[in-house]
């Protein structure tokens, strides 16, 4: 077997606060292949982009491993973590904060290729202006400030930056949310066209799951910290198997005048608090199945088929003997 | 039965030197009691403008040029301050996007309610704690003896939009505008706080001008929709009728472009371009530029709202109706 | 041709900070005049001490008690005034961004240890602390520069430690540190200019504390005795203060205007860089 592009095992990362520990990514396997999409879906506040930001080696995991093509990311010296750099590239939420306001467009995007010693300025400016066109940018965008844009053609410029390194992998945390729909299907017919043209694979944070169906192929659903289940697109989207996962996607608003909020089941109850220690299941207060031993015992994630895993003592019937 | 609000022929404009710079540009609109009527639009189209105008709050670099706005029958445009201050959460209130700003961070939930209703002479001193426990419960808010002494920070997002709502309700408002109500929200907590304010709806009789861009919500909660585009409404009509046959090339793009609207495989369909600002509106349809059906007429004659069945909408060329 | 929103034209158009430019422009003229005006120097004894101005017009603004001419003297005053506000607001500029980028840029312990450096400094009145470094040397213009750029540092570090904590998880931030760059390209290319705006603001403020700091070590017999400055002028005046106070005035009023202009400057420099206020 080919070794995957990542893979991430026993991820931990807490926060001290005032209140208490906070725990925001607690124990999360996950492995991605080359080319490929891999969505992370889940509320506001469940640890999405601590995780992303660990991919990118942005901040330090407590504990666990991350291992891009071969290689051991968690306690890498920054000498040598910078090569691996070029091949791990992130896309912001913020089109507003991902630009520095105080650089022109040319030079926000030739930025990296400075930083990485590519020498030669008309090579760098040919290679720019490759790069605009391919995301759609006007050549005389690049003598332009930030300021100068729309929240989409700042992405662009944001996309054009991360994109000019010819990375292997892409965390794009959130990349469409702060967009109007018309301008929302612009970059996302754009991110999957680079996708395929470039080879490159994306682990994709959005909390909208009508974005994840477009573009995923696998999707990880994350409940305060933990996934508590991963899956194929088939799989997620005709036979989700944790009661988070049906509860999300009964929830999607979607345009069908026909089928109204009033007659949609709806989950009620709150979130537990993710400072301090918790006991049995994170989703139970708001859970229609919850019974007595979710309240004992935490679920762990049963393997369902390929790439298939639940954490939900329900599908622990169903689970296939081999829980790798 | 008059409408609860009615608006007509409104304008307003960017205040300085270019006197074509409309944020509202002949917006005319109807709610009536009972009604959720749903404001879609992509950012900068105007519909908060539109909203404050209606309680007569907008900013002061934006000047209401024409037009007439009537709250259950009366004149706001030309209304005295006085009588607003009590039109102001009695005849009608908002809610706004952000509930962390537009809550008072220095007092309790409960002061903040109180305030509200003793400003409209609601309640007495006396009587105010009572009556906003009552407040949180009809909001649904959980445990509201603790929460009402609590204050703002100390509630989730969920919790504060709540609130907000309840503060909204303290003066039974005859129409209630809801400027994203939940768009800072997740689905799970925006389908609570929704199902609230139909739930509302129906035991207060109270109208909604749900501000939106979220046609997936429209979808769910509104009878009527009015869609909104660089300061003008360009299709209005029932919620069923106009998500599933759009006579506007416009709402036929917005709902083409949803993720949803394409199978496994394909690509979105996308609009080109961008909405043109207040000042740069072109000449004739203001769409045309983006437009797929846009012909040499509409980049030259500015196309009347025209009504046919129970849609109205301002095209030159309307998609086939259903 | 300046455009309405430029810099220069936003300036222009904050008529304070142009009053402020005019003043601060006579003074640098007196400064780079003095020795084609006066070339006989500051010191030399011209005439009978103590004549009141307009009492003789070869001497406008009249002697001071050794018979020196005001005139030059103030002439003088401004080179001295001025080179010792500059440079001691560069040095302490340069000190001050050093220290508050590096606590800002690392946190943690650098910036506990850092913090804890500035608030050192930040205990003691810096005049007071300003006399006890002059002191401790001789005095000379070196000694006075430093004395007085040790005790003005600490606040611009404050400050640009504020603006870095504030930068650091602004994504654009992030993006440079995902994109392999060094520590200090992060903090020259992208940390940096965007914390400029009020670095700039607090040292030309900066520029008008020296100058005043230095008359008050001059006026306690501080100064450098070979400089002929405001402050030194201030002092000589001192003894004679009840009967002929236009010794101590005349400077002190020169001292006055310099730092009320380089105030007006300040606050111009801040409405015109501030991108808030640009869009009026
Ligand atoms: N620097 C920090 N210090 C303390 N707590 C933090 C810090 N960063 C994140 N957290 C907390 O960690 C948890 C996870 O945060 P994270 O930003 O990863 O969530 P998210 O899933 O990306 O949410 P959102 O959808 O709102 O972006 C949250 O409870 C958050 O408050
Ligand atoms: N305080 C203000 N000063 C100047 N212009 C303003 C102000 N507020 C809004 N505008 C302008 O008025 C127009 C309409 O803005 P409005 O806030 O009504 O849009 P919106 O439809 O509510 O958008 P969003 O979905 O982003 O809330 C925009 O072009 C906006 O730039
Ligand atoms: S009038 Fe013309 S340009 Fe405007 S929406 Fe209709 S077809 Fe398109
Ligand atoms: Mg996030
Ligand atoms: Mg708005």
Redesign the pocket.
Known sequence: MTEPLLSIRGLRKT???DKGL?T??DGVDLTLARGETYALA????????????IVAALIAPDEGSVRFDGQELVGLSPARLRPLRRRVQMIF?DPFSSLNPRATVRRIIEEPLIVHGMRGRTERRRAVAEMMDRVGLRADAADRYPHEFSGGQRQRIGIARALILKPDLVVC??PVSALDVSVRAQILNLLSDLQKELGLAYLF?S?DLSVVQYMADKVAI?HL?QLVETAPRAAFWDAPRHPYSQALIRARPNPDPRRRLQDKPILEGELPS?IGKRQGCDFRSRCPLAFDRCTAEAPRLHTLGPAHRAACHLVEGAAAPSDA | MTPVLSISGLRARLRGPDPSAFVIDGLSLQVNRGEVVALVGESGSGKTMTAYSVLRLLPPAIQLTEGEIRLGGQDVVAMETRRLRDVRGTLASIIFQEPMTSLNPLMTIERQIAEMLLTHGKATRQTAPERVIELLELVRMPDPQTRAKQYPHSLSGGLRQRAMIAMALACEPQILIADEPTTALDVTIQQQVMKLLLDLRDQLGMAILLITHDLGVVAEVADRVAVMYAGRIVEEGPVVELLEAPRHPYTAGLLACLPEGVGDTGRLIEIPGLPPKPGSIPEGCRFAPRCPSATELCTRVTPETRTEGVQAFACHHPRMPA | MISRNSLLGRFGRHYPAVAGITLLAAVTAMALLAPVLFPQGPWRMVGRPQLWPGADPRFPLGTDILGRDLLACLFYGARVSLLIGLSATLAATLVGTMIGAAAGFFGGKVDRWLMGFTEIFQTTPPFVLAVVVVAAFTPSLTSIIIAISLVSWPPLARLVRAQFLQLM?REFVLAGIVMGMSNTRLIVTQLLPNAITPIIVSSSLMIASAILLEAGLAFLGLGDPNAMSWGYMIGVGREVLRTDWYITTIPGLAVLLAVLAINLVGEGLNDALNPRSRNR
């Open positions: 926060y001290a606060t906070l925001a990514v889940g509320e506001s506040g469940c640890g999405k982009s601590t995780l992303g930001k939420q945390d959130e944070i909390h994350m910290g993710p | 998880p």
